[in-house]
Antibody, heavy 120, light 108 residues
Framework: QVQLVQSGFDLRKPGASVRVSCAAS????????IIWVRQAPGQGLEWMGW????????TYAQGFTGRFVFSLDTSVSTAFLQISSLKAEDTAVYYC?????????????WGLGTLVTVSS | SYVLTQPPSVSVAPGQTANFTCEGK??????VHWYQQKPGHAPVLVMY???DRPSGIPERFSGSNSGTTATLTISRVEAGDEADYYC???????????FGTGTKVTVL
């Protein structure tokens, strides 16, 4: 069965960096894109963008350019989200997910989420 | 950017039918997906491509999309349906995904 296993809770200080991992299994990793979604405490879902797992090409939503980087290690079927120069407002649960088929289709499979807390 | 508007909250009695709306400009020409999210859990896809149910989602869930409103309908509402519900679509003009504002559903 399809699984997306994310790295655990992370506590970082403002200005630091964090890398969230998302290990996929149960399907051919390079066949489907990986999508990243952010959910701040008590807030709704926010689409951060996606990465083409075949070409490695990332697409970032408005508001997620510059400090946010999507990357892959296809040898271990894992996607990464790196956030640099962390701010308090980056505190959120970050989800990786896989769509039904293409990036325009519904998001069928979700990781459990990684809580990143930014606090001094 | 494209905006999807959902009512902040809806209350429904058990056994009744609940309709959750998602409004957007000419949304009927786009393909809408719906998610259920319970507190502390990842979202679950409950409807895709306007009206298709993923495997494992009860037949009580149905969807429609026309004009400026997409609708998720839950028949015979149960206590376990209490959750936040989000609509979502792909905006081909910007080539980006958009989530709705979300509706908190309370089962009385």
């Amino acid at each position: 069965q399809v699984q997306l296993v994310q790295s655990g809770f992370d506590l970082r200080k403002p200005g630091a960096s964090v890398r969230v991992s998302c290990a996929a299994s149960g399907y051919t990793f390079t066949t489907y894109p990986i999508i990243w979604v952010r959910q701040a405490p008590g807030q709704g879902l926010e689409w951060m963008g996606w990465i083409n797992t075949n070409t490695g090409s990332p697409t970032y939503a408005q508001g997620f350019t510059g400090r946010f980087v999507f990357s892959l290690d296809t040898s271990v079927s894992t996607a990464f989200l790196q956030i640099s120069s962390l701010k308090a407002e980056d505190t959120a649960v970050y989800y990786c997910a896989r769509p039904v088929t293409t990036v325009t289709s519904g998001v069928r499979y979700w990781g459990l989420g990684t809580l990143v807390t930014v606090s001094s | 950017s494209y905006v999807l508007t959902q009512p902040p909250s809806v209350s429904v009695a058990p056994g009744q039918t609940a309709n959750f709306t998602c409004e957007g400009k000419n949304i009927g020409s786009k393909t809408v997906h719906w998610y259920q999210q319970k507190p502390g859990h990842a979202p679950v896809l409950v409807m895709y491509d306007d009206s298709d149910r993923p495997s494992g989602i009860p037949e009580r869930f149905s969807g429609s999309n026309s004009g400026t409103t997409a609708t998720l309908t839950i028949s015979r509402v149960e206590a376990g349906d209490e959750a936040d519900y989000y609509c979502q679509l792909w905006d081909s003009r910007t080539d980006h995904c958009v989530f709705g504002t979300g509706t908190k559903v309370t089962v009385l």
